[in-house]
């Protein structure tokens, strides 16, 4: 069997801050193979940009800290073991990120051609320099495959003088400059409006699949995740409690939570307003023993309350897993 591109292994988190610790990332566990395009979704506070800043290894490590056992497998090789050196290579050449907010990913002092140019420069440090007309051709044909109109203008603009939704082509054409294997894209439609949303996931998954290589998709808007991954994970308060291929995730979700999640999507079949989820995430200070989604869940078990529950294979199809008690062998399976 092939091994995956991406592998995270009980992935463990802790923030130290003035009341004690943080127990944000709770044993994270799922993969992305190669070139497979998979979804991450949740309530916001989950830990989902938590866990993708983990992987570029962004996180300030003062107030953070990997509990030992946690592994980030890239290619086989552990990111959370490598020096500097060798996470900045891989950052370079290998994983990118596109982050949520287009206006505080871009230097606000440089024009957006400096930019560009720079990270030109910092990609093809290690094979040769680039002369500056090839630097210049590079950048404008980057700014064209996102649809940027007059890329010449916008390699002399400064990202004030640019739309929200521009920033963000901006922001994925400098993610793509490279001939990477792993796009991470986090939120990238936030603030942005419905129909500059819809362009920017559009542009996303014709790039995405023009490239052949995988993303991990964090977002909210579940509709654009169910058209663009091809596999799904659900995470509530630190952990993946269920992960399977995205049209069994909409069509028929297992864990609890992952049904409460899939119900507030709005339906336009006039079947009346989608429910919120009641209750909140818990507080990460003091986090609820066993099942972290127990307070907020109908079918809760006494052993919920006391034992978190590993992955279990559904029965009727064992390439889904799901975290929950209730499909432990011999038990009642949600929905069923």
Aim: glycine content about 8%; aromatic content about 6%; charged content about 25%.
């Amino acid at each position: 069997m092939k091994k995956p591109l991406l592998e995270i292994k009980d992935l463990s988190l802790h923030f130290k801050v003035f009341g004690g610790l943080l127990k944000v990332l709770d044993g994270v566990n799922f993969t992305v193979g190669d070139k497979e395009k998979v979804g991450l979704v949740g309530e916001t506070g989950c830990g989902k940009t938590t866990t993708m800043k983990a992987i570029m290894r962004l996180l300030d490590m003062s107030p953070a800290r990997i509990i030992t056992g946690s592994k980030i497998l890239f290619k086989g090789r552990d990111i959370l073991e490598m020096n500097e050196a060798k996470v900045k290579e891989i950052r370079r050449k290998e994983i990118s990120m596109i982050f949520q907010d287009s206006t505080a990913a871009l230097n606000p002092v440089f024009t957006i051609g400096s930019q560009i140019k720079n990270i030109l420069h910092y990609y093809e440090v290690m094979k040769r320099k680039l002369t500056k007309v090839e630097i210049k051709a590079r950048a404008i044909e980057a700014l064209r495959k996102v649809a940027l109109p007059d890329p010449e203008r916008i390699l002399e603009s400064y990202p004030i003088q640019l739309s929200g939704g521009m920033r963000q082509r901006v922001n994925i054409a400098m993610a793509l400059l490279s001939n990477l294997d792993l796009l991470i894209a986090d939120e990238p439609g936030t603030s942005l409006d419905v129909t500059i949303q819809d362009q920017i996931f559009r542009l996303l998954d014709d790039l995405i699949n023009e490239k052949r290589i995988s993303i991990i998709l964090i977002s909210h808007a579940l509709g654009r995740v169910k058209n663009i991954t091809d596999r799904t994970c659900v995470m509530y308060a630190g952990s993946i409690v269920e992960v399977a291929n995205t049209a069994e995730i909409f069509t028929n979700p297992l864990h609890p939570y992952s049904q409460a999640l899939i119900a507030t999507i709005p339906k336009l079949t006039g079947e009346g307003m989608s429910q919120g989820i009641p209750g909140h995430i818990p507080g990460y200070l003091n986090p609820p023993q066993g099942c972290r989604f127990h307070p907020r869940c109908n079918y809760t078990m006494p052993i919920c309350k006391v034992e978190k529950p590993p992955f279990f294979k559904d029965k009727d199809n064992e390439t889904r897993q799901v975290a929950c008690w209730l499909f432990k062998e011999g038990g009642d399976q949600v929905g069923k």
